[in-house]
């Protein structure tokens, strides 16, 4: 089940779903920056569909996300699903994190993610009469954060899978 074949298909597949129209600065304009505060059903749908592209890209049914790995990246995370939502506040994030990754996570993680996130000006904050949304402000250190992530989790994962064979 564990060949080399194998791994390079699962990669070969990420990238295609990941590239679908081959345009990316488009791409990216279109999930990142000016977008229009998303509804949630659109975003729901789209975050369904990149899940459904991971799971189906993967050698294994049983495709799941421990509450430690979403902690772990949970800014990635977050510039994620602000990127989508274009602007939102931080019960909606807490919401998406539950539904999505089956994480539990307290206003205490979410929020001092946020906020440092708007003090590197990654994020930009807006009052509203009861809460604060939040938006991209910076969308090349949204781009270059989430890219970095992508491929050290990418290079570590091949490093595990090119293990498997050993045992």
């Known amino acids: 089940m564990y060949e080399d074949s194998n791994a390079q298909s699962v990669f070969d597949e990420l990238t295609a779903s990941a590239s679908n129209d081959g345009d990316e600065d488009n ?3 279109l999930l990142i920056g000016s977008t229009p505060k998303a509804d949630d059903k659109t975003v729901e749908r789209e975050l369904d569909e990149m899940l459904q592209d991971v799971r189906a890209a993967l050698p294994t049914d ?3 996300f421990e509450e430690d ?3 772990e990246n949970l800014d990635e995370i977050l510039l994620m699903l602000i990127s989508l939502r274009g602007e939102t506040h931080g019960k909606e994030l807490i919401s998406d994190l539950t539904r999505l990754f089956d994480a539990q996570l307290s206003p205490g993680t979410v929020y001092p993610s946020l906020h440092q996130l708007e003090e590197e000006d990654v994020l930009k904050m807006h009052k509203k009469v009861r809460t604060k949304e939040y938006s991209i402000d910076d969308e090349r250190e949204v781009r270059e954060t989430v890219e970095r992530t992508m491929v050290q989790h990418l290079a570590f994962g091949f490093l595990l899978y090119s293990f498997l064979p050993r045992l």
């Open 27 to 29: 791409e990216v304009e």
């Open 62 to 64: 049983d495709v799941d």
């Open 69 to 71: 790995i979403v902690k």
